[in-house]
């Protein structure tokens, strides 16, 4: 499959472009650096065996957004591409509500007029937030208590809206509490 990994040099990214290129998939990257380094890129090259196809580059930037979609006939979107300071989002929400938000929605655009409806969504387990008891569940109460949480609820009831509209898309939402893990290498 051709997948496209937005934010994919970043840490979660980068170990998913590892096991999707070992698994014979095609990844092509798109990352602004905001998050992550250059020499996740060369590491992952020298991992993989591969020359995966990066883009510096915004979601946000549509026609950078078509070109990729198009010139490597990408079949699914991996969103991890976001800000992620729960600390920075309190002091600055606009930065978050456009970057978060708005970017998935420009993503979301173009990838319906390429045909994408295939789409992984990378969003938080501080959409919970603070239920006052250790265990959560998929059934746990949304309730988030931080700008970073509220920004990735708000994707999370678009992505649930947009399938409703439109039952070809096949989404999966992915709620993280503390990723941790380093490739063998």
Same mark, same amino acid.
């Given at each position: 499959?051709?997948?496209?990994?937005?934010?994919?040099?970043?840490?979660?990214?980068?170990?998913?472009?590892?096991?999707?290129?070992?698994?014979?998939?095609?990844?092509?990257?798109?990352?602004?650096?905001?998050?992550?380094?250059?020499?996740?890129?060369?590491?992952?090259? &020298?991992? /993989?065996?591969?020359?995966? $196809?990066? !883009?510096?580059?915004?979601?946000?930037?549509? *026609? @950078?957004?078509?070109?990729?979609?198009?010139?490597?006939?990408?079949?699914?979107?991996?969103?991890?591409?976001?800000?992620?300071?729960?600390?920075?989002?309190?002091?600055?929400?606009?930065?978050?509500?456009?970057?978060?938000?708005?970017?998935?929605?420009?993503?979301?655009?173009?990838?319906?007029?390429?045909?994408?409806?295939?789409?992984?969504?990378?969003? &938080?387990? /501080?959409?919970?937030?603070? $239920?006052? !008891?250790?265990?959560?569940?998929?059934?746990? *109460? @949304?309730?988030?208590?931080?700008?970073?949480?509220?920004?990735?609820?708000?994707?999370?009831?678009?992505?649930?809206?947009?399938?409703?509209?439109?039952?070809?898309?096949?989404?999966?939402?992915?709620?993280?509490?503390?990723?941790?893990?380093?490739?063998?290498?």
């Amino acid at each position: 499959m051709n997948i496209l990994l937005t934010g994919g040099l970043g840490f979660i990214g980068s170990h998913t472009a590892t096991v999707l290129a070992a698994e014979g998939h095609e990844v092509a990257i798109i990352d602004n650096l905001c998050n992550s380094q250059w020499q996740a890129l060369d590491s992952l090259e &020298s991992i /993989t065996g591969k020359k995966l $196809p990066f !883009y510096e580059g915004d979601v946000r930037d549509v *026609p @950078l957004m078509k070109e990729i979609l198009k010139k490597h006939h990408i079949e699914c979107v991996i969103h991890f591409a976001g800000l992620k300071s729960v600390a920075e989002s309190g002091a600055d929400p606009l930065k978050y509500f456009d970057n978060n938000v708005s970017g998935s929605v420009v993503l979301l655009e173009e990838m319906a007029k390429a045909g994408v409806t295939k789409f992984v969504f990378s969003s &938080s387990a /501080t959409v919970y937030g603070s $239920p006052g !008891y250790p265990q959560f569940s998929e059934t746990t *109460p @949304l309730a988030p208590i931080n700008v970073y949480g509220k920004t990735k609820l708000m994707v999370e009831d678009i992505l649930r809206d947009l399938k409703k509209s439109d039952p070809q898309w096949q989404i999966a939402l992915l709620r993280y509490f503390n990723p941790v893990g380093a490739h063998h290498s």
